[in-house]
């Protein structure tokens, strides 16, 4: 597609429940990449895939959090027993190269609000 | 490790002045800089980027930005500034590595 696709934009969730958040990163983007925004901040690293490879996982915050990209395209990340401080919008990024010197591709995030 | 800091999490510039947005980073590496903005319910986009070669780098929208290596610096500017320009900007820094380390954003209002 022509970008960065995310889904849902919106996500309420109840405290402990699981949710998946889906990323359809630009055709042909060798990189994926997986940011947290807390309102007021920053996006932090979450986590980055080179075509299916899992490289670097080191930004998730617990073993609550995983992510998978199985054929190098689409990428989801799931959260298992939600908390009230995982609410926060979760960017996807995709960049064409190995390396992020060109910079990122981002979609419009899903913000998850959980209550 | 790599981090930044952007001054002043709130800035406010009349239509038609000038805009600076200030940045500064930490970098054991040399590094790549970008600058990012963010409409509200919207993702980052790429405003310009730094990774080498001339140190003043233009972008869209009218921005530029300076890499000063001696001051740890890649400020953003703009001669002059539209309402549309309101929005997030967000400073980030790489050492060409898997990530990207983020500022935590300024806020830009343009006064009428």
């Known amino acids: 597609g022509a970008g960065v696709s995310q889904s849902p934009r919106y996500k309420v969730a109840k405290r402990g429940q699981d949710v998946a958040l889906r990323c359809d990163p630009i055709?042909?983007?060798?990189?994926l990449f997986w940011y947290q925004q807390a309102l007021g901040q920053g996006p932090e690293f979450l986590t980055y895939f080179q075509n299916e490879a899992q490289l670097d996982k080191s930004g998730l915050p617990s073993d609550r959090f995983f992510a998978e990209r199985p054929e190098g395209s689409v990428s989801t990340l799931k959260i298992q027993r939600t908390q009230q401080e995982d609410s926060a919008v979760y960017l996807c990024?995709?960049?064409?190269?190995?390396?992020?010197?060109?910079?990122?591709?981002f979609g419009s995030g899903t913000r998850l609000t959980v209550v | 490790a790599q981090s930044v800091t952007q001054l002043g999490s709130h800035v406010s510039v009349s239509e038609g002045a000038l805009v600076l947005l200030r940045c500064n980073y930490s970098s054991s590496v040399p590094p790549y800089l970008f600058w990012y903005v963010q409409y509200p319910n919207q993702g980052l986009q790429l405003l310009l980027k730094y990774t080498t070669g001339a140190t003043l780098v233009k972008g869209i929208n009218g921005f530029e930005a300076e890499f000063k290596k001696s001051e740890t610096s890649f400020h953003l500017t703009k001669p002059s500034a539209h309402m549309s320009d309101a929005a997030e900007y967000f400073c980030a820094v790489s050492d060409s590595g898997n990530q990207f380390y983020f500022g935590t954003g300024t806020s830009l209002t343009v006064i009428p």
């Open positions: 055709s042909g983007h060798v990189s």
């Open positions: 990024a995709s960049s064409l190269t190995r390396t992020d010197a060109y910079g990122y591709t």
